[in-house]
């Protein structure tokens, strides 16, 4: 019953048709405690005006309420209250995709502002492709770190509030101080080759140049495009130096750092895999270019919608029987009239 009560704002009525019932209730309870019992003529009542209580009288009087009661439960019973949970199964996904996050030590660079606040590029590329998450929401989407080296940070997920927890404890130089592109494809092919969907694709997010790992970026493309995986890569960062806080005998300063984004090696993987180079050199131009991908990338998945219902009608039948057996029990007990 605390459940019901819980849940009563989000009640649904199976039968809700049978609720109509519940209007004809005060008439026969009406009727009922104005129906006259059976009679004797007295010369005067005077000597009952002083009687004591009696629990046969006051039992008399509530009978007929107990018995409206008692049906006003059958009926809720009969309109089959409910609380629905309902579930989504994805029968077919649209599009599968894994971000493949650059955490090299280039990444402090401070070109990018977030409110008007100065931040390096791993922040704001943390906060745009955290709204990107929050769009697909049927589609897995999956995470590869790389740096001098490159690993998985979280597998193709449904659970995207868990993917964005790993998103937000990313931290610059978690997989080495340098780049390693090719690393990172192979990793992230590694992830989808076996995946059925509509579509796969790689967000590769990097200002650099491949400068680590054993794979080549063209090899790795090409595997990639055996697997009908497109790539999108985006050169992030602004063009020229971009300032940088360091650490040096005199404490933390700000430097200019130049940039080394190998765009050529960036456009060569899009074109490869018939996917397509973006820059971004500011925080703006990273959003633009992930809502682009997301209208690009963009398929309906197969969704089926289930929902388990949670009966609450042997609650209102128990109570009207309860109550039903208690006027029994008065009338042919308590209430027994004894043969003249």
Sequence with gaps: MREFLQNFSHLEWANIQYLGLLLILPVLCWLDVKKKPQSIILSTTKGFAKAPWQLRVFLHKILPYIRTLALAFLILA???????????????????????????????????????????????????????????????????????MAFTQCPLTLDHELLRKFLSDLEIGMAGEQTAIGASIGTAVHRLKDLKSESKILILLTDGANTAGEMDPHQAAEIAKSYGIKIYPIGIGSKGSAPMLIQTPMGPMYRQVQSDLDEDLLMALAEKTSGRYFRAQNTEELAQIYEVIDKMERSEAKIKEHTEYQEYFPIFLWLCLYLYALDLFFMRVVLRRQPL
């Design 78 to 148: 009969l309109a089959r209250p409910r609380f629905g949970e309902k579930s989504l199964e994805v029968i077919s996904y649209g599009v599968d995709i894994v971000l493949a996050i650059d955490t090299s030590g280039s990444m402090k660079a401070e070109d990018f502002q977030i409110q008007g606040q100065r931040v390096d590029r791993l922040v704001a590329l943390k906060s745009v492709a955290s709204d990107f998450i929050a769009r697909r929401s049927h589609d897995r989407i999956g995470m590869v770190v790389f740096g001098s």
